[in-house]
């Protein structure tokens, strides 16, 4: 059974202070590793997808990183506007298309 | 911009009640999923879809049933509401293996 699992299930940050979430994911074969943001009370929004290890991607003060077990979303100089949860989600082969979740991180970035 | 639209942002039903969840994607994606999303369980596969008519559940489907007569809709219905089905639902569309979902906005339910 595929298992991704996020930490720290909460994180406070002041504004600047950078940081990292992880991902620790157990699958047969990955297919791609997603990260989403998702703001209060709305639906996930797509950030990045990896698909294999040492790929890295970045989009303005977020970086995503893969290794064979676990993903990091680096966060440099966060801003309050990047107050989210962030989910970590991962395909596995043969998998239907299904994406498993994590719980996500609850970040909080203070002003 | 491409879009996932759920139908109602905020739902109250009653206990027994027939509920129906409507989902539209202006993507042409084959692939379609209903989630739910509770605190501290995060979210989880309740059916979806790869075709036309087609459906399969997924890891939590008991209590609901799905309907997609249609490739850009994909309807999520409680057979007889109840308490415990209270909470944010979420449908995505996917383009297919390798692709990440697009999600609607949501649609919190509450069942008194």
């Known amino acids: 059974e595929d298992q991704v699992t996020q930490s720290p299930e909460a994180l406070r940050l002041q504004e600047g202070e950078s940081s990292s979430l992880n991902c620790s994911y157990t699958v047969s074969g990955l297919r791609g590793l997603f990260w989403y943001r998702q703001d209060p009370g709305k639906g996930p929004e797509f950030l990045f997808t990896l698909y294999s290890a040492g790929e890295e991607k970045e989009k303005e003060r977020l970086k995503a990183t893969l290794t064979k077990k676990e993903s990091f979303l680096h966060i440099t100089a966060p801003k309050p506007e990047d107050s989210a949860t962030y989910l970590c989600?991962?395909?596995?082969?043969?998998?239907?298309?299904?994406?498993?979740f994590g719980k996500g991180t609850l970040l909080t970035v203070n002003p | 911009d491409v879009k996932v639209t759920q139908s109602s942002r905020y739902l109250v039903k009653r206990t027994g009640e027939k509920v129906f969840l409507e989902c539209v994607q202006d993507?042409?994606?084959?692939?379609m999923f209903w989630y739910r999303q509770d605190p501290g369980l995060g979210l989880r596969l309740i059916y979806f879809?790869?075709?036309?008519?087609?459906?399969e559940k997924g890891d939590i489907p008991e209590g609901y049933s799905v309907s997609r007569e249609k490739k850009e809709r994909f309807s999520l219905i409680l057979e007889s509401a109840s308490t415990n089905q209270t909470s944010m639902y979420l449908c995505?569309?996917?383009?297919?293996?390798?692709?990440?979902?697009?999600f609607g906005s949501g649609t919190r339910l509450t069942v008194v």
């Open positions: 989600a991962v395909q596995a082969l043969g998998s239907n298309y299904k994406l498993t």
């Open positions: 995505a569309s996917s383009a297919g293996a390798g692709y990440g979902y697009t």
């Open positions: 879809s790869y075709d036309v008519k087609m459906k």
């Open positions: 993507m042409d994606h084959e692939n």
